[in-house]
Structure formats: C-alpha cells, structure tokens
C-alpha cells in the first residue's frame, strides 16, 4: 500500500525553467491537494481538488498551475520557475477531511537558483 | 489573530515526563481537530483526531478539545526522544470542510 506518491524528491531549477510534480494516491481518495512549506510559514495550500474534475485556487497559487489528471493524479506546474518557489512542496489526500484529515506525501525539495 | 495559534517552542522534556501542547483556534464552527507530527525533513503523519469535547486517549497520546474555549491540546505521557518532532494542529474549517487549517506547530525536545 502506497499511499501518496510524490516524485521526484528533489529537484534543482534555474530561474526561467519549468517543471511538473507528480502525485498520485493508491486509496481511491476524492480529494486532493498542493502544499508548501517554508520555515516560519508553516503550511500553506497552493491549490486543491475537491473531487476528480475540480480544482480551486488557495492561499498562494501565484506562479503554479494544477491538473487533476484522474481520480488517482493531481500534478503541479511551475511554468517559469522564481527563486521565491525554493520550498517544500507536499501533496495530500482525503477521502473525508472532516472524518479523516489528510494523507501526505513523503515531500518534494525544490530549489531555484 | 492568527487563526491557530501554537507556541513555537522549543518545548524541552525530560524523558519519561508528561509532555502539554496547546493549540487555540478562532473558526467557531470547525468540527474535526487533528494532530500531526512532523520529524525534521519529513511530511506531517496524522497520530490523533478528536471531534467532540473531552479527552481521546490512543496509547500514549491524549487529545483534550474544547469548543467553548475554542482550545485543543495534546498531552504525551511517558515521552520518549523518539518523540522530539514538531507537532501541528489543524482544525477543519468551517466554511469548506475539504480544508484544514494549519497552526506553525511546536517544536518538542525529549531529553535522554
């Protein structure tokens, strides 16, 4: 049993580039969602989808872009990468985040340089 | 306000003493509280969700939650350094319950 699947796991960009992360659940979860991490920020969400379908904006989606590929996928793109997009980035689940919380991935460390 | 509000810590533990980490929400009408543990370079791990008021006890963990104080807190009996972690509480949000809403955490030191 899986869970959630992140790759790569690390990853190091120059200014200008481009890149997609990859996520995806084995627990057949509806929901789905993007996250960063920076020291003294704690967790904000980047984007999100509810069910397969949908998606929706979050506290910091500027610069990224999401699809939600299928029930299982939900990737994130940087179209032209910024050293302000250095961070941690997490993917998560749920099936019911009321019920269940979320189900996180083991992390992406991206750098721009 | 800060919508969750956490102290930072460090909160340093003898080994095998009772550990108390608090957390205060503002979002009246969140329903489901969790707590998350997060090692240094690693992603949050759900060890404990409450949802009505009082205490839930799992093993070594308890949650205590209380909604007319808008507090939750998360108590670690017999800790052990393989404890020393951050901890973050995410209540839902009330507005969208496909959400959580984040705290900093509070970083937590077990000494041997």
């Known amino acids: 049993n899986a869970g959630v699947t992140q790759t790569p796991k690390f990853q190091v960009l120059k200014t200008g580039q481009s890149m997609t992360l990859q996520c995806a659940q084995d627990?057949?979860?509806?929901?789905m969602y993007w996250y960063r991490q920076d020291p003294g920020m704690g967790l904000r969400l980047i984007y999100y989808?509810?069910?397969?379908?949908?998606?929706d904006k979050g506290e910091v989606p500027n610069g990224y872009n999401v699809s939600r590929l299928n029930k299982r996928e939900f990737s994130l793109r940087l179209e032209s990468a910024a050293p302000s997009q250095t961070s941690v980035y997490f993917c998560?689940?749920?099936?019911?985040?009321?019920?269940?919380?979320?189900?996180f991935g083991s992390g992406t460390r991206l750098t721009v340089v | 306000q800060k919508e969750v509000e956490q102290n930072s810590g460090p909160l340093s533990v003898p080994e095998g003493a009772i550990a108390s980490l608090n957390c205060t929400y503002s979002d009246r009408g969140s329903q489901s509280f969790f707590w998350y543990r997060q090692y240094s370079g690693k992603s949050p791990e759900l060890i404990m969700s409450?949802?009505s008021n009082g205490d839930k006890e799992d093993g070594r963990f308890t949650a205590q939650l209380n909604k007319a104080s808008q507090y939750v807190s998360l108590l670690i009996r017999d800790s052990q350094p393989s404890d020393s972690a951050t901890y973050l509480c995410a209540p839902s949000n009330a507005g969208n319950n496909r959400k959580l809403i984040w705290g900093l955490g509070t970083s937590l030191a077990v000494n041997p």
């Open positions: 998560a689940s749920s099936w019911a985040v009321v019920n269940y919380g979320y189900t």
């Open positions: 989808s509810a069910s397969e379908g949908t998606t």
């Open positions: 409450i949802y």
């Open positions: 627990m057949n979860h509806n929901s």
